[in-house]
T-cell receptor, first 113, second 111 residues
């Protein structure tokens, strides 16, 4: 039972391009939607997060778009750089269940020169 | 500020051996979690704790046990390791209104 579905599995983007990763969720009790960035050999680190009371959140080159009615959210990386090459995970949590994070399966992003 | 520290970073076990993974956090967080990460499957929750002395099962608890005797420590035990438990294990901690912080991971191979 995959409560958070993430796509694509892998993504190759040229430097300066826009990277877009999509996630869909099923549980309407989720109220916190973070994106994590993970470099090889490291633990995931929070990149940006959103709550369902807003439809978009922007931090530098990273933007989350949130569509509550469609139960979808996406990460946009503008002006993608080689240093953005990493694996990205979307996640969702429900405060009624100890705020456990349920993760998507991950997207491996490669930004080429 | 160490954050979340996992010990050990790497381990090779033989089938049937036991071991304990240690997670320590210095942020006074109430919630602690153990995840396993496998290719193509994201991070799956094994067990979690909502406070000292409490533990609960996550999505994939079979073959693992946990204990949280002290607030800052969360131990993950494998009583009889199996090759299917070969994975990268991550510990995370979180406060009431804070983000989750992850450790660096433990790469476990069971042969």
């Amino acid at each position: 039972q995959q409560q958070v579905k993430q796509s694509p599995q892998s993504l190759i983007v040229q430097k300066g391009g826009i990277s877009i990763i999509n996630c869909a969720y099923e549980n309407t009790a989720f109220d916190y939607f973070p994106w994590y960035q993970q470099f090889p050999g490291k633990g995931p680190a929070l990149l940006i997060a959103i709550r369902p009371d807003v439809s978009e959140k922007k931090e530098g080159r990273f933007t989350i778009s949130f569509n509550k009615s469609a139960k979808q959210f996406s990460l946009h990386i503008m002006d993608s750089q080689p240093g953005d090459s990493a694996t990205y995970f979307c996640a969702a949590s429900n405060p009624r269940t100890a705020s456990k994070l349920t993760f998507g399966t991950g997207t491996r992003l490669q930004v080429t020169l | 500020n160490a954050g979340v520290t996992q010990t050990p970073k790497f381990r090779v076990l033989k089938t049937g051996q036991s071991m304990t993974l240690l997670c320590a956090q210095d942020m006074n967080h109430e919630y602690m979690y153990w995840y396993r990460q496998d290719p193509g499957m994201g991070l799956r929750l094994i067990h979690y704790s909502v406070g000292e002395g409490t533990t609960a099962k996550g999505e994939v608890p079979d073959g693992y046990n946990v204990s949280r005797l002290k607030k800052q420590n969360f131990l993950l035990g494998l009583e009889s390791a199996a090759p299917s438990q070969t994975s990268v294990y991550f510990c995370a901690s979180r406060g009431e209104m804070t983000e989750a912080f992850f450790g660096q991971g433990t790469r476990l191979t069971v042969v």
